[in-house]
Nanobody, 117 residues
Framework: QVHLVESGGGLVQAGGSLRLSCAASGRVFGSYDMGWFRQAPGKERLLVAAFRWHGDTYLADDVKGRFSISRDNAKNTLFLEMGSLKPEDTAVYYC???????????WGQGTQVTVSS
């Protein structure tokens, strides 16, 4: 069982920055894929960024150049650095973990990010 707790969301003006953190129970890095998803009101939950268990990273096209994903292995914490934020980045952001052959099966409670214009 993996327990995930997100933090760092909030209200920011367009063009601003935020850093989201996801604290994971146990040693997940190296065993699990880790990812950040977001869900805007009335829309589906979409993958924004991911850290594969073997170290490769993924960023969705609409956040490339603005967001980055990183991790602190010693603290079992995943980060999402978000810059040049736009109103369309407004969403609930979720941290997720899962085995590569299974998919993302563990989810945090989500953290709200609101970008004002």
């Amino acid at each position: 069982q993996v327990h995930l707790v997100e933090s760092g969301g909030g209200l920011v003006q367009a063009g601003g920055s935020l850093r989201l953190s996801c604290a994971a129970s146990g040693r997940v890095f190296g065993s699990y894929d880790m990812g950040w998803f977001r869900q805007a009101p009335g829309k589906e939950r979409l993958l924004v960024a991911a850290f594969r268990w073997h170290g490769d990273t993924y960023l969705a096209d609409d956040v490339k150049g603005r967001f980055s994903i990183s991790r602190d292995n010693a603290k079992n914490t995943l980060f999402l650095e978000m810059g040049s934020l736009k109103p369309e980045d407004t969403a609930v952001y979720y941290c997720a973990a899962g085995k590569a052959m299974v998919g993302f099966e563990y989810w945090g409670q989500g953290t709200q990010v609101t970008v004002s214009s």
